[in-house]
């Protein structure tokens, strides 16, 4: 892939499907890759991703490399 795809909505459905089989007693990780961002990473978090992948949501001209982890980890924390 490269940097700065769009998201696609459909992937949470299959996230939600892996998360089924995970609880199965499979033991796998889930990581989503391609077009994570802090408006939508609570919703791939919450369909069951383990982990994510947000180079663009973090290197971008939008913001600072701190204000755009801030953003991020202030969205995740609001999860709890």
Do not use: R, W
């Not at 991703?49 to 973090?58: E, H, M, T």
């Not at 001209?61 to 204000?67: E, L």
Request: aromatic letters at 4%; charged letters at 20%; zero cysteines.
């Amino acid at each position: 892939g490269y940097g700065g795809q769009k998201f696609i909505s459909d992937s949470l459905t299959k996230i939600e499907d892996l998360k089924k089989l995970k609880a199965q007693n499979s033991e796998f990780k889930i990581q989503v890759d391609g077009g994570i961002k802090a408006e939508n990473i609570i919703q791939v978090l919450q369909a069951g991703a383990d982990s994510v992948v947000a180079g663009s949501a973090i290197f971008n001209s939008n913001a600072t490399v701190s204000k755009n982890m801030e953003t991020i980890i202030s969205n995740i924390k609001s999860m709890e």
